[in-house]
């Protein structure tokens, strides 16, 4: 938990230095791209830049407890602007993060010697390419959100409620509320850091767990009854029919 973030202070020097930075969620995005990208925006507000939040495609409604989440955009204008440093959360390669054509449109001005915009990828899979200039990459890493917690951590950043809240539920989401391999001990330690700096856990449980509706719960009663033990191959299988999801 206490290891540095490959790259962090090369990116943290970048962003002091920069006073517009455009925050890209995952394309496909879940907890820990909508936490992630959310909480970086939300101190990158705290500190005086301007910044906007975009992410190619709606955010599930069931986000929306989330506080920066209605300040997503899906425009693809916000790439006519010009933006001094453009960061990717939680994608792998820039088409899966759904701005390969978008990304050539920001107008380039001469900065810090070279053209602008840099782009940053922030990411724990072991799958990333590394497609842009610099990479804070962890693949220890239980999510993305220990990713940007660690960094912000290192730069003394006030977590405050809202960014804890954001950074928990991307935790809590990729490593299935901590029950499957992706969970760590680090990730443990943060989640609990998190909590003591206000995250509201209550509201990640009501929108995210206990959010079923009378028909997904029948659905499930369906599945479960079809349930069957195939011992040879240590499974339990199940299944639905077009009919059972209509």
Not at 19 to 44: H, I, M, N, T
Not at 160 to 188: E, K, P, Q, Y
């Amino acid at each position: 938990m206490n290891q540095p973030v490959p790259d962090a202070t090369a990116f943290a020097a970048l962003l002091r230095s920069a006073q517009r930075v455009l925050v890209v969620g995952d394309g496909k995005p879940d907890g820990d791209s909508v936490g992630a990208s959310s909480a970086l925006y939300q101190w990158l507000k705290d500190e005086g830049k301007t910044t906007r939040l975009f992410c190619a495609t709606s955010i599930p409604s069931h986000f929306r407890f989330l506080d920066a989440v209605h300040e997503f955009t899906a425009d693809p204008a916000v790439f006519d602007e010009p933006w001094d440093v453009v960061v990717t959360l939680d994608a792998s390669d820039i088409v899966h993060c759904g701005i390969a054509e978008l990304f050539p449109r920001i107008p380039k001005t001469e900065g810090r010697g070279q053209a602008s915009p840099l782009l940053v990828v922030i990411d724990h899979h072991a799958t990333n390419k590394r497609f842009g200039d610099l990479h804070l990459l962890d693949t220890n890493a239980c999510s993305t959100c220990e990713v940007v917690y660690r960094f912000l951590v290192a730069e003394g950043a006030r977590v405050h409620s809202g960014i804890a809240t954001s950074l928990l539920t991307g935790i809590c989401t990729d490593t299935g509320n901590f029950s499957n391999s992706a969970t760590n001990a680090a990730g443990v330690e943060i989640a609990g850091a998190l909590c003591s700096a206000g995250a509201r856990l209550n509201d990640l449980l009501h929108h995210l767990l206990q959010n079923k509706t009378v028909p997904s719960l029948k659905l499930w009663g369906i599945g479960l009854a079809r349930l069957q033990e195939k011992p040879t191959y240590d499974l339990v299988v199940t299944g639905f029919l077009a009919e059972d999801m209509r």
